[in-house]
């Protein structure tokens, strides 16, 4: 079992930053990690995953350039730095975990956390 909890929403003006965190319990292990997000009234989407070792990312085209994912294994935790934010980021911002490689889609993760919410005003 995994558990994931993320941490570090919240409302910021457009251009402005925040970091995301997502710390996991249990056997994390190989896993690679994820961000999604959902905006209200849409499908959650991909944003960003990176392998177990951290020598790989990925990331959505609507991101690519502005945010940045890492981790550090030896405290268990992704993290999601997100600068020159926009109003359409706004969403909630949920950490996932997977055994694939780079998964980019919902159904290869098996362990969700709760989300956070990411508030950009313009």
């Known amino acids: 079992q995994v558990q994931l909890v993320e941490s570090g929403g919240g409302l910021v003006q457009a251009g402005g930053s925040l970091r995301l965190s997502c710390a996991a319990s249990?056997?994390?292990?190989?896993?690679?990690m994820g961000w999604f997000r959902q905006a209200p009234g849409k499908e959650r989407e991909f944003v960003s995953a990176i392998s177990w070792s951290g020598g790989s990312t990925n990331y959505a085209d609507s991101v690519k350039g502005r945010f940045t994912i890492s981790r550090d294994n030896a405290k268990n935790t992704v993290y999601l730095q997100m600068n020159s934010l926009k109003p359409e980021d706004t969403a909630v911002y949920y950490c996932?975990?997977?055994?694939?490689?780079?998964?980019?889609?919902?159904?290869?993760?098996?362990?969700w956390g709760q989300g956070t919410q990411v508030t950009v005003s313009s």
């Open positions: 996932a975990a997977s055994k694939y490689q780079l998964p980019d889609f919902e159904y290869k993760y098996d362990y």
């Open positions: 249990g056997r994390t292990r190989n896993y690679a």
